[in-house]
């Protein structure tokens, strides 16, 4: 089929990579509009300038983690109030990750979270917050020693996951179902390996786990071997006790250990 004149004929511009043609053609040049202060100030908001901000995302939390070591990503309820037993039960998880050579990282919010970076901190371990802008939580808590802040949920996932060595999780809301889900889906998909997730607080996770088990599996929509992904307890040192565990896996010379180096990082 013949082109037809009108389209051959259209001027066509290049923009780094991009080409524009008809509608899209542009006279003004990425020079000339970016040293132009009379310009509106909406470029702040374009796409092309998003993609910067999420770069500096990545770049600030790999140089904030880069050498925080063995670290666990612990999530649960913002809602959660200090004079709840979760909130306790937090508490006394982060001091028994820091005994057991773990940083402990949070998403740097109030309830769970907080018992979480308490408990580390006190018990003077490295405790990491990891915060999201969001309408309706205000800033990093006072336990945090390390803190980031982030714009963008993905970005801030990838730090969970990256520096961590496994999850703990605790009782929450969606955004505790988003990270444990996540989880799941990266162990699943082999996206990560030698990577436990633990599930604290029976009464609270059962009713999903049997959800889990007579309907989703049995409807076929994951194997039975995926049933070992994750592990249900209210016992905090079981739960470091799996994560130690796993930890010296990665370290084993033996087949399926060595995705760690000795001293405890990953070869990615």
Known sequence: MTESPEVSASPSKSRGRTTMRRSQFQTSTTDQRLLDSRGASDWVHTDPWRVLRIQSEFVEGFGALAELGPAVSVFGSARTRPGDPMYAVAEDLGRALTDAGFAVITGGGPGVMEGANKGACEAGGVSVGLGIELP?????????????NFR??????????KYAQGFVVLPGGFGTFDELFEALTLVQTQKV????????????????????????LEDGAISEEDLDMFHVTDDVDEAVGILVDAAKRRQSPEPGGGEAFPDGTSPD
């Open 193 to 216: 390996t030698s990577f436990p997730i633990i599930l604290v607080g029976t009464h609270y996770w059962t009713g999903l786990v049997d959800w889990i088990r007579h309907t989703v």
């Open 136 to 148: 309706f939580e205000s800033g990093l808590n006072r336990w945090v020693d390390v803190g980031v």
């Open 152 to 161: 963008y949920f993905f970005a801030r996932k990838t730090m969970f996951v």
